[in-house]
């Protein structure tokens, strides 16, 4: 009954602080007179953001420095994985289009300046990588969950590679990372997760019952810049990879001085 009474004040709070969220970047969108930069608006992401995961009892456990340009690359567990890299670094996100018919969410994704992708087309010349690569281009970091689904953290899925396209074609660096959620108080990483038939209203209201949430964020030493989109994929996918094993041999007690996934060469 706890559980339950704590998760159902945990939405009223949600929900309060996305409107407040928007509110405030309404409010700074007027007051620059109808245009703010995409700076500002990753910024003012990122103060929401930290708020939400404070709000929310959710603890951000950082390693490695986060980019403030470039592509960022990662495997997806949850919906959390939005609040996370969003406070760990101004950014903005690649998203299915699907979400931006969610009540609220989808508004706020929208204001937040969320790239939506019709998964059913070819994203290749599509306006959403026109897009992505003049956000590149612009030195804002932009956070691409490449698997096209979340998953129960067991494994990390091939990437697609279309995606990749705009960081090779604005020489922008693309640098891997990997959320997680260590076993904590009353749950497993798994219970985090938004995976396979899990519906998203029932998930996040589990989630929001948890008296403390700690996530982990694990960013590879350095970007690199690549000439070939599929190779791309293919070196990132295994720095993500290797940067979950860290993650999970952390998790289990392993020793923590593993050492960092190798880089390829930059090309170019």
Known sequence: ????????????????????????????????????????????????????????????????????????????????????FGAATPCIFISKIEVLRWPLFGRAGALAGTVFVDRSRSAIGSDATARVEELLREGVCVVLFPEGTSTDGSHVLAFYSSFFEPAVLSHSRITAAAVGYPRGEGYIES??????????????????????????????????IYENRKEAARHTRAEVIALRDRQIAASTGVAEAMPQPAHPVVAG
């Open 191 to 224: 219970d985090i997760c938004y995976y396979g038939d899990i519906t998203f209203f029932p998930r996040l209201l589990e989630t929001l019952k948890l008296r403390r949430v700690v996530s982990r964020l694990d960013f590879a030493q350095r970007g690199v």
């Open 1 to 84: 009954m706890l559980k339950t009474l704590r998760g159902l004040v945990r939405l009223v709070i949600l929900l309060g602080s996305l409107v407040q969220a928007m509110a405030s970047l309404w409010l700074l969108i007027l007051r620059n007179r109808g245009h703010i930069s995409t700076r500002q608006r990753a910024e003012a992401v990122q103060r929401s953001c930290r708020m939400l995961l404070r709000r929310l009892s959710i603890e951000l456990d950082l390693h490695g420095q986060p980019p403030r340009d470039g592509l960022i690359v990662a495997n997806h567990l949850s919906f959390l994985d939005i609040l996370v």
